[in-house]
T-cell receptor, first 114, second 113 residues
Framework: NAGVTQTPKFQVLKTGQSMTLQCAQDMNHEYMSWYRQDPGMGLRLIHYSVGAGITDQGEVPNGYNVSRSTTEDFPLRLLSAAPSQTSVYFC?????????????FGEGSRLTVL | GDSVTQMEGPVTLSEEAFLTINCTYT??????LFWYVQYPGEGLQLLLK?????DKGSNKGFEATYRKETTSFHLEKGSVQVSDSAVYFCALSPRGSQGNLIFGKGTKLSVKP
């Protein structure tokens, strides 16, 4: 009963380093997305995907890349980390491709960029 | 663009007190409305939702009614418990959206015994 699994849970990077946040879901959901959560800002959408091979930008996509080669996995890549990318990142998935469905969230990945 | 405004926190209540967390929205058309809850150290989970005007969502003693005339979706609970301490997020999904949510900033609730 894994649901949405994110790794790593914690990561510290230096400015300019690259890394990938992993997200996997075992519910066969077509829709997946990445959000970042910052104090006093709520959650903001970074990128999303409505199926394998299809991705699109959200509200704050700059500095992040995504790909969706399988239904299960949706990794988020930081190519050159910046202190402004210090945040908690949440991956979410949904079985519903419309606007009425429930999003299932992972437990989050806390990233600090020095 | 579409947006969600919810009351600033933190909110501190005694156990068994009445809870209201205000949420208003701006959107074109008829969005779906949601309340998500985040317990310490965890991801968000759906608390309740309403997908059309006048719908009432309810779960675990919490309720919210989709009011189109006032563009509101206020969260209420008649008697809070210590276990309700969490951060509550109001969110909308625009009509025609493929599942993307627009969140309010969150309201932290602390319930004291």
């Amino acid at each position: 009963n894994a649901g949405v699994t994110q790794t790593p849970k914690f990561q510290v990077l230096k400015t300019g380093q690259s890394m990938t946040l992993q997200c996997a879901q075992d519910m066969n959901h077509e829709y997946m997305s990445w959000y970042r959560q910052d104090p006093g800002m709520g959650l903001r959408l970074i990128h999303y995907s409505v199926g394998a091979g299809i991705t699109d930008q959200g509200e704050v996509p700059n500095g992040y890349n995504v790909s969706r080669s399988t239904t299960e996995d949706f990794p988020l890549r930081l190519l050159s980390a910046a202190p402004s990318q210090t945040s908690v990142y949440f991956c979410a998935s949904s079985a519903d491709r419309g606007n009425t469905g429930e999003l299932f969230f992972g437990e989050g990945s806390r990233l600090t960029v020095l | 663009g579409d947006s969600v405004t919810q009351m600033e926190g933190p909110v501190t209540l005694s156990e068994e007190a009445f809870l209201t967390i205000n949420c208003t929205y701006t959107a074109t058309g008829y969005p779906s409305l949601f309340w998500y809850v985040q317990y310490p150290g965890e991801g968000l989970q759906l608390l309740l939702k309403a997908t059309k005007a006048d719908d009432k969502g309810s779960n675990k003693g919490f309720e919210a009614t989709y009011r189109k005339e006032t563009t509101s979706f206020h969260l209420e609970k008649g008697s809070v418990q210590v276990s309700d301490s969490a951060v509550y997020f109001c969110a909308l999904s625009p009509r025609g959206s493929q599942g993307n949510l627009i969140f309010g900033k969150g309201t932290k609730l602390s319930v004291k015994p």
